[in-house]
């Protein structure tokens, strides 16, 4: 069994980096407007920063514990259904809009971590009512209509 406990830091630091490449990038898709971008700037550095400094630290104590001792095979069983997740999130996002997608994939989700069927239902209404009402509320993010189905535009 290898020791792999900088492994999911070191994803954290990468989807970081793209995370910001991309949140530069969203001031001139709204025309120089640079507001849109302020939360997912402290969002990305945030992440930046402080998946550096766990990478930093498992580096520095690769033996610290034995508990991070990581099999890899456990870990792709693990990591690989959220990985197809998020692929799948952005396919439905596409087809069904911001809102089927976040509550049909959020409670997938959720299920996947342990929540009985209801309290993921629960908890991805929720989570997707927090994130409508962050994106297009509160920071007027444009909302991309479904290609199948626009359920804003229904209401």
Not at 2 to 14: D, G
Not at 106 to 127: C, E, K, M, P, Q
Request: proline share 6%; aromatic share 16%; with cysteine.
């Amino acid at each position: 069994m290898k020791t792999l406990n900088w492994l999911p830091p070191a994803a954290f630091l990468v989807f970081g980096a793209v995370f910001l490449a991309m949140s530069l990038r969203l001031g001139e898709s709204f025309g120089g407007g640079y507001a849109h971008r302020t939360v997912p700037l402290c969002v990305s550095t945030t992440v930046l920063v402080l998946s550096a400094w766990q990478v930093l630290k498992a580096l520095q104590n690769p033996e610290k514990a034995d508990d991070n001792k990581i099999d890899p095979k456990e870990f792709l069983l693990h990591a690989l259904p959220l990985v197809f997740l998020m692929g799948l999130y952005g396919v439905f996002q596409t087809w069904f809009g911001f809102i089927l997608a976040s509550l049909s994939i959020g409670i997938v989700v959720f299920r996947l971590f342990g929540n009985s069927w209801v309290s993921a239902a629960i908890n991805a209404v929720i989570a997707t009512t927090i994130f409508y009402a962050l994106f297009f509320d509160f920071m007027n993010l444009y909302n991309p209509p479904g290609r199948l189905l626009d359920l804003p535009g229904i209401f």
